[in-house]
């Protein structure tokens, strides 16, 4: 544990984006970065690389959750939230998102998708 009681995670990257991180002191999330450019349809899904890999100690559990602002502003989600990182899970962390507009999401790679 960290100084302030938090469950410390390692990450590894295979990414030029920035590693994830609290975009202001005192969050609870740390922002998830796309790896890849991806159109998202209206009303369809798709599952997007990071580029990161986690090792979360054993006997705990990751959540990947859905960023308020591209809910509120997009309509855009995490399709599994809170999605479920088990400590032994080892391989690229991706991200499901859906869209529940009418029109697509153009997703850019270093935008923040989700949160863990």
Do not use: C
């Not at 390692?10 to 030029?16: G, L, P, Q």
């Not at 990071?50 to 959540?63: A, D, M, N, R, V």
């Not at 690229?92 to 029109?103: R, S, T, V």
């Amino acid at each position: 544990m960290d100084k302030f009681g938090r469950v410390q995670i390692k990450f590894y990257r295979e990414t030029d984006n920035p590693m994830p991180e609290y975009q202001n002191k005192g969050d609870a999330g740390l922002d998830i970065r796309s790896n890849e450019d991806m159109s998202i349809r209206g009303f369809h899904w798709e599952t997007i690389g990071t580029g990161l890999y986690i090792i979360i100690p054993h006997g705990y559990e990751g959540q990947v959750r859905t960023r308020s602002g591209l809910a509120a502003k997009y309509g855009l989600q995490v399709l599994n939230s809170p999605g479920t990182i088990d400590s032994g899970y080892r391989n690229e962390l991706k991200i499901i998102l859906i869209n529940h507009n009418h029109w697509a999401y153009e997703v850019k790679k270093g935008d923040r998708i989700a949160q863990l």
